[in-house]
């Protein structure tokens, strides 16, 4: 994922075609790969986990590279999927969590996803004057004041009845048996877009590879990283084996190798490091917005990601890419 600065002259609008790559390479960018080709298999797997959530991944992505356009934002930049991607999170993020059925859901996503261009140049400028990218903050901001709110309004919020609750100490098994095993591997990637389905997963990690092998590579290092590091700290099996405790450290572990830090042994320790750290950051996140309905998202791997690469500037055996 390029530096998201500069300006660029290019004009604002675009042939169909060239915006449909830009749109597919948004929803690759969830992942950093600025691939279209990329863009069609996630796509793929999103619809392949439900019709509706393809619709509204597509929608998010649609809504937030057209408004980008719209505003004059560089051209480059929207062009490499870096003002799309958000979107697509968060369309399918409303469409998980508020209901794919509801016209509600369907509004919020339109203006959600406008607002996340706006929300994602304003980190921009901010994180910029750390050199620091800004992930998937904005689409965890919109998303999570989003679904904190929705109970409280009765026109978005079709549940019986509110999300929060108080954290509560786990329980239940935590040995994985071997199909819980390989199913949370590929759920790892399939969590990134909420999706649990292992088959989903294992879509996304095609698409990743088709874009990237170093990324694939990494992608695997941080699930089996959260993995494990889920099954020795007694993580509950059920979540683990559906992806819920690796997807942040399938990320970090991308973000921290060969995206964002340069290639080598000493950046494959530290993503590992990361991934880890983003793991125990996922299970204390869960804790922490439970009270009030809260979801944890992608807000680990930010956090992580963010400190990380920061750091990488005061660490000789280090350089950014």
């Not at 480059?76 to 991607?85: P, T």
């Not at 750390?130 to 919020?157: H, I, Q």
């Not at 929060?164 to 199909?179: D, K």
């Not at 204390?284 to 944890?296: E, K, L, Q």
Request: glycine fraction near 12%.
């Amino acid at each position: 994922m390029p530096q998201e600065v500069g300006t660029s002259s290019a004009p604002a609008e675009s042939r169909p075609a060239r915006f449909l790559l830009e749109v597919l390479r948004g929803i690759a960018q969830v992942d950093f790969m600025p691939s279209a080709l990329c863009g069609a298999v996630f796509l793929a797997a999103l619809f392949a986990s439900g019709w509706r959530y393809g619709l509204y991944g597509l929608l998010g992505a649609a809504v937030a590279t057209a408004t980008a356009h719209a505003l004059g934002i560089d051209h480059a930049l929207v062009g490499a999927g870096l003002r799309g991607f958000n979107g697509c999170l968060i369309g399918t993020g409303f469409a998980v969590f508020l209901g794919p059925a509801h016209l509600s859901t369907f509004l919020l996503t339109l203006f959600g996803s406008s607002l996340v261009v706006v929300v994602t140049s304003a980190l921009a400028i901010m994180l910029g004057t750390w050199n620091v990218p800004t992930f998937t903050m904005p689409f965890c901001l919109v998303t999570s004041v989003m679904t904190v709110g929705a109970p409280g309004l009765e026109k978005a919020w079709h549940g019986a009845h509110g999300l929060a609750a108080l954290p509560v100490p786990a329980s239940g098994a935590t040995a994985l048996s071997w199909q819980q095993t390989w199913h949370a591997f590929f759920g790892n990637f399939g969590q990134i877009f909420f999706m649990p389905q292992w088959y989903v997963g294992l879509m996304f990690l095609v698409g990743i590879a088709l874009a990237n092998r170093l990324a694939a590579a990494m992608a695997c290092l941080g699930s089996v990283t959260g993995l494990v590091v889920a099954v020795l700290l007694g993580s509950p099996a059920e979540g683990v084996s559906q992806g819920l405790m690796g997807y942040n450290a399938v990320l970090v572990a991308m973000a921290l190798c060969g995206v964002f830090v340069a290639p080598s042994a000493w950046s494959v320790a530290y993503a590992i490091g990361g991934a880890g750290a983003a793991t125990v950051l996922t299970s204390a996140f869960d804790s922490f917005v439970g009270p009030f309905g809260g979801r944890t998202f992608t807000w680990p791997f930010v956090l992580t990601a963010v400190l990380f690469v920061a750091a990488v500037p005061s660490i000789p055996r280090l350089r950014r890419t």
